[in-house]
């Protein structure tokens, strides 16, 4: 049986945020300059992105089991943009972009872990 039903509207924006910055994540090899971030960063990026979505697809069938890996993996990839922030070198638009990509990750991460209409019921 499926939890679908009891995802709440907070819950499904939370992982379609979660998506759109997993997105953004697979897209990173082909919009980086090769050095912000490096080529290997990109494409580990873009593994843990496509790793990311395959959770969400899942999560959006109303399984529990990708919460816990998808929010890891979507919250180690922020923690992964962070140097961005304290590097002299980095393009201030990549900065932007990362800062962009954390506050999403800690906003969609937020919006999956509230609780759902069966925990809110209970109460």
Request: hydrophobic content about 60%; aromatic content about 4%.
């Amino acid at each position: 049986m499926s939890d679908k039903s009891n995802m709440s509207g907070k819950n499904k924006v939370g992982l379609v945020v979660l998506a759109l910055v997993s997105v953004a994540d697979l897209l990173t090899p082909v919009l980086t300059d090769g050095e912000h971030p490096p080529m290997e960063i990109a494409i580990g990026a873009a593994v843990v992105g496509l790793v990311s979505l395959v959770l969400v697809g899942f999560a959006w069938q109303g399984k529990r089991w990708p919460l816990a890996p998808l929010i890891t993996l979507r919250l180690a990839s922020a923690l992964l943009a962070v140097p961005a922030f304290f590097a002299s070198d980095v393009p201030a638009a990549a900065v932007a972009a990362a800062g962009v990509g954390v506050a999403a990750t800690i906003f969609g991460v937020v919006a999956v872990l509230l609780p759902s209409r069966e925990l809110a019921g209970v109460r």
